[in-house]
Nanobody, 120 residues
Framework: VQLQASGGGSVQAGDSLRLSCAAS????????VGWFRQAPGKEREFVAS??????KYADSVKGRFMISRDNAKNTVFLQMNSLQPDDTAVYYC????????????????WGQGTQVTVSS
């Protein structure tokens, strides 16, 4: 499956952004889709994942971020609220078959990443 991430940008602390992960080639309804992020000099870290009916979040984003999917559009979204400077990173979406896994190596297909920059 091919993935295209979009929706990043530069915002102020406290603002919101919605990222989109549009898929082509296959439908996403049988996949787990995850969002990961990587800041300069840091390892790629798990943000959130979604299956058909369940979700999982990193502790650092619980209560602020929400992952959802629109199967008709073959797209997964990441609504990010109350953004903080520590959320600054390149955000990637990925698809895999391991249910809700927070491990990046469990995902086979990756989008190109979208930059999110949060200033204080």
């Amino acid at each position: 499956v091919q993935l295209q991430a979009s929706g990043g940008g530069s915002v102020q602390a406290g603002d919101s952004l919605r990222l989109s992960c549009a898929a082509s080639g296959r439908t996403l309804d049988t996949y787990t889709v995850g969002w990961f992020r990587q800041a300069p000099g840091k390892e790629r870290e798990f943000v959130a994942s979604i299956t058909w009916s369940n979700t999982k979040y990193a502790d650092s984003v619980k209560g602020r971020f929400m992952i959802s999917r629109d199967n008709a559009k073959n797209t997964v979204f990441l609504q990010m609220n109350s953004l903080q400077p520590d959320d600054t990173a390149v955000y990637y979406c990925a698809a895999g078959v391991a249910t809700l896994s927070p491990k990046y190596f469990r995902y086979n297909d990756w989008g190109q990443g979208t930059q999110v920059t949060v200033s204080s």
